[in-house]
């Protein structure tokens, strides 16, 4: 995952970038408004964080220019304004979250995981998912297989939408636990292997052709063969 932050506090930016790189994130540091502005155009971002009061371009156009660039694109403000006109002039721009310093790392980690989360299926809710002969209109929330539709509950619509969304790819449990689920999940418990089961008897019962496929000890992939 790609995050941008544009932050001009030297140490709160170091701070910042050396928990995420431990979580396994790639972020990169702009010190003002006028290159973060630069990088955002450069490269395609997972999610923005930004302040306020930045030299050059304040965060309040800066969210509001990315924004319609890029409406899918999450954004949190990260800024010590913590008055109520503030939080709603930054929602106004555009934010999706707000976050006060001084803060926690921890809590802006899950929160950046939560947005991270939810705008992974909502960047994609315009285009047709398909692997093989199965078939997923995201923003109609419709599944067929072979030309038959198939009813699924919200929970197996999302986990048979991220499995889609990587089809090829074998993910784990921790892997659903994180996308599907809340951040609070016991992934001790077997509830995403029945949900699995869920799926596979809707999508691979009485066809020749499998495409929901355990990988031992590692995980669940969709593919044809």
């Known amino acids: 995952m790609n995050i941008l932050l544009v932050e001009d506090e030297v140490s709160v930016s170091n701070f910042i970038k050396k928990g995420f790189e431990s979580e ?10 006028t ?3 630069s990088l955002f155009w450069m490269k395609k971002y997972d999610l923005v964080i930004l302040d306020i009061n930045l030299p050059g371009i304040n965060g309040f156009t800066l969210c509001q220019e990315f924004k319609k660039d ?6 949190i403000f990260l800024t010590a304004l913590d008055g109520l006109d503030d939080k709603i002039t930054g929602f106004e721009s555009g934010a999706d979250d707000y976050v006060v310093k001084p803060f926690e790392f921890q809590e802006l980690l899950l929160r950046t995981k939560a947005l991270i989360r939810r705008s992974g299926s909502s960047s994609l809710t315009d285009r047709k998912l ?3 002969d199965l078939e997923m209109e995201p923003f ?3 599944v067929t ?3 038959k539709r198939v009813e699924l ?3 197996e619509f999302s986990l048979l939408e991220y499995l889609m969304i990587n089809k090829g790819r074998v ?3 921790v892997d659903i636990a994180e996308k599907v689920w809340d951040l609070n999940f016991d992934t001790s418990t077997n509830v995403i292997d029945v949900y699995i089961n869920y799926l596979r008897k809707k999508i691979d019962k009485d066809q020749s052709k499998k495409i929901l496929h355990t990988v031992v000890g590692m995980g669940y992939t969709l593919r044809e063969n």
């Open 24 to 33: 396994g994130y790639l972020l990169d540091v702009a010190f003002d408004g």
């Open 35 to 37: 290159m973060g502005k």
């Open 70 to 75: 890029r409406p899918h694109t999450p954004i």
């Open 130 to 132: 398909v692997v093989g």
């Open 140 to 142: 109609g929330k419709v």
């Open 145 to 147: 297989r072979a030309g």
């Open 153 to 155: 509950t919200a929970r």
């Open 171 to 173: 993910v784990s449990r």
